[in-house]
């Protein structure tokens, strides 16, 4: 459950921000979606341990460090267009060859991709991200509260219309059923009847809508 510290943080109103940016940039899957935030904040929190470490100890041994300086989550802050496109989708798919990187680092970005492709829109997540307070509020860590609730975004995503059957694929089990007249159709995990609308649409007047049955949709 997600304590009240979460909720009065602000965190909760950046990510929901996140999540409708993404939307609108064309990254429709909120599974996308919270892969390509993780993939973020990964960036942004392994560069702000690095500074860290680095300013308790002048023995150790930064990652961000030689050829690898420019895929520090600072250097993404000022970027726009192509350039912070190629920048991010460098720093991800490169990550994991990081020398100094754990175990857990590689495997996480073993095969990590960029799939904000809108240039627009990956500089409008870059900068909420930049401006998110993941400090400790009265001593609770806000990160585990901030990755439960983006979790549930994917149980909730379905009232949202995120898990819409894409359009080609109602087309072909349309061109498939290839539906006829007096024939029964049967949807049961109908939401919006997109797929009933087709195969309607198809036969036209042909095909009877029963008015008897059931109303799920």
């Not at 990590?112 to 009265?138: C, F, G, W």
Request: charged fraction near 25%; hydrophobic fraction near 35%.
């Amino acid at each position: 459950m997600l304590n009240s510290n979460f909720q009065n943080s602000g965190l909760r109103q950046k990510v929901d921000q996140l999540m409708d940016i993404l939307w609108s940039g064309g990254v429709n899957n909120p599974m996308d979606s919270i892969e390509q935030l993780s993939y973020l904040l990964f960036l942004r929190l392994i560069s702000e341990r690095d500074d860290e470490y680095a300013s308790l100890s002048k023995k150790y041994t930064r990652i961000f460090s030689g050829e690898w300086t420019k895929f520090k989550w600072g250097n993404f802050v000022t970027l726009t267009g192509d350039q912070l496109f190629d920048a991010v989708r460098n720093a991800i798919e490169k990550i994991h060859e990081l020398p100094n990187l754990s175990k857990t680092g590689k495997l996480l970005f073993e095969r990590a991709t960029l799939k904000i492709y809108d240039r627009p829109t990956l500089r409008a997540v870059i900068q909420v991200l930049n401006e998110m307070d993941l400090s400790e509020h009265e001593g609770v860590d806000m990160k585990g509260d901030m990755y439960e609730y983006l979790l549930n975004q994917i149980a909730t995503s379905g009232t949202n219309g995120q898990f819409r059957t894409p359009r080609h694929f109602i087309d072909l089990i349309v061109a498939l059923i290839d539906p006829q007249p007096n024939e029964t159709m049967v949807d049961p995990a109908c939401g919006a009847p997109r797929g009933a609308i087709k195969q309607y649409l198809k036969g036209k007047e042909t095909i009877r809508i029963d008015s008897s049955m059931p109303q799920y949709c």
